[in-house]
């Protein structure tokens, strides 16, 4: 026979859980404990010379090669399907 640690009990040795309180005692108690994290640090934002935003604007504004087949296909088909008088 056992007892329970919280209230007392008297209880069979297979017991689990109290039969009086409820307290759950037999399995090992689990330590848990929570991950540290880091805190992120922070970052100054790269600076651009003019000359690299200049670029960066350009590339965002560059059309590419394969559009230009398309734009003088669409410009052919509108010029015949809409002549100009």
């Known amino acids: 026979?056992?007892?329970?640690?919280?209230?007392?009990?008297q209880l069979p040795d297979n017991a689990?859980?109290?039969s009086?309180?409820?307290a759950?005692?037999?399995a090992p108690q689990q330590n848990y404990q929570q991950p540290q994290y880091q805190q992120p640090q922070y970052q100054q934002p790269q600076k651009m010379t003019?000359?690299?935003k200049v670029k960066a604007?350009?590339?965002?504004q560059k059309i590419k090669w394969w559009m230009w087949p398309i734009i003088a296909v669409g410009t052919y088909l509108l010029l015949q399907l809409f002549p100009i008088s």
């Not at 007892?3 to 009990?9: D, M, Q, S, T, V």
């Not at 604007?57 to 965002?60: S, W």
């Open 50 to 52: 003019y000359w690299e």
């Open 24 to 26: 759950r005692f037999g």
């Open 1 to 9: 026979m056992k007892y329970c640690p919280n209230c007392g009990a």
């Open 57 to 60: 604007a350009q590339k965002k």
């Open 20 to 22: 009086a309180c409820g």
């Open 16 to 18: 689990m859980f109290c």
